[in-house]
Structure formats: structure tokens, C-alpha cells
């Protein structure tokens, strides 16, 4: 696909980017996909679907953290998605304490857009001056639309949908944030090393 990509385009020394980027969209449609048919099985559809409404914006808008590998990311990312939907979907929380709390989370993204946003990796930063101001007005675009959405389900009793799109936030901005980038590299560490070792053992 990505060789075809390049003759179509007329640009052969771009495979390989073509390559990588088709490779992480089909990794991204076949981690969503996973996820939502786990969700069907574990009956948490809804909360599901609504943490990634604010999930799947945030990052794309926001940046962030991703592990090493692909397969990492899948693991992580399904764990993050379906352990926060079924949180969401099991919890009890007062209305008014889960306005608070979105109210918090509301500061932190915006403080988070102005001070992070777009977060890139060591490897690849984000630096040019017209893309940093573009994905700063679209993540902020998506914060207040985020906080519309989530108040309305809030005072519409849908708390279970509320709790999944503040998880989402939350979640997103924890990994836009330089504590998320510690804590997958910190993750991505104990992998390796777990690795190293199977394959000390294997040999």
C-alpha cells in the first residue's frame, strides 16, 4: 500500500513514512475495534463510546505519551479505555461532586493546552509556531465542547456517562502531562527488562 501511496504521489523516498503511518492508523482501527467488541461482552457499550468521544480528540489534539512498540500501546491503551468505561459504568458518585470534579479537571485541561499542548515525544517535537497555535485552539475548541457535553449529561442524571467522559479527560491529560510520560516510560522500562530476562531464561 505505502509503495503504491508513493507512485501515486510521485514520491518514493516516502514509503517508509507512508509505511509507518498506514501501519499506525491500521493498529488505531484494530485497537478500537478490540475495544468496543470487549465492551459489548462486558455490557459497557455506552460508557465505552462515551469515554472515547473524549478520549480519541484529546489525544489527537492534545499529543501525548505512546509506548515503545505497537503492541505495547494496544495493551496499555485497551486497559486504559475499558478499565476507565467500567469504572465509570460501576461507580456512585453525588451529582455535585462530579460536577467538582469536572470543574477541576476543566482548569487542568486548559492549564494543560497552555502549558503542554501539543505534546510531542524527545524524538519527534512539535515545534513549528503554526501547528503549536492550531492544535492549541483545537484542543480547546474540544475542551469547551468536552464541558458542555458533560455538565448537560450531569444535570440530565446520566452520571454514568458524565463519569466516563470525565475519566476520559482525565486520562488524556494525564498522559499529555510530563507525569504520564514518566509513568509509560517507567512502564515501558519494566517491559524491557521483563523481556530481557525471558529471553536470558529462553537462551
Request: with cysteine; charged share 10%.
Amino acid at each position: 500500500m505505502a509503495r503504491s501511496l508513493g507512485n501515486t504521489l510521485d514520491s518514493q523516498e516516502s514509503v517508509e513514512i507512508y509505511a509507518y503511518a498506514l501501519q499506525a492508523l491500521l493498529m488505531i482501527v484494530l485497537n478500537l475495534t478490540l475495544v468496543v467488541i470487549a465492551a459489548f461482552f462486558l455490557k459497557i457499550i455506552p460508557t465505552t463510546l462515551a469515554f472515547l468521544a473524549v478520549f480519541i480528540p484529546f489525544r489527537v489534539f492534545g499529543g501525548g505519551v505512546h509506548m515503545s512498540t505497537f503492541p505495547r500501546c494496544i495493551m496499555i491503551g485497551s486497559f486504559l479505555m475499558l478499565g476507565s468505561a467500567y469504572l465509570a459504568a460501576e461507580m456512585s458518585i453525588l451529582p455535585h461532586q462530579l460536577a467538582l470534579l469536572c470543574l477541576f479537571t476543566l482548569l487542568l485541561a486548559f492549564y494543560s493546552t497552555v502549558k503542554w499542548v501539543p505534546a510531542g515525544s524527545e524524538k519527534s517535537p512539535i515545534k513549528d509556531p503554526g501547528i503549536v497555535r492550531m492544535q492549541k485552539r483545537n484542543m480547546l475548541i474540544a475542551i469547551v465542547i468536552w464541558a458542555g457535553c458533560v455538565y448537560r449529561f450531569i444535570y440530565s442524571n446520566n452520571d454514568s456517562l458524565a463519569s466516563a467522559m470525565f475519566l476520559g479527560a482525565i486520562v488524556s491529560i494525564m498522559l499529555i502531562s510530563p507525569l504520564g510520560f514518566y509513568l509509560m516510560g517507567t512502564i515501558d522500562r519494566i517491559l524491557n527488562k521483563f523481556g530481557r530476562r525471558v529471553l536470558t531464561h529462553d537462551a
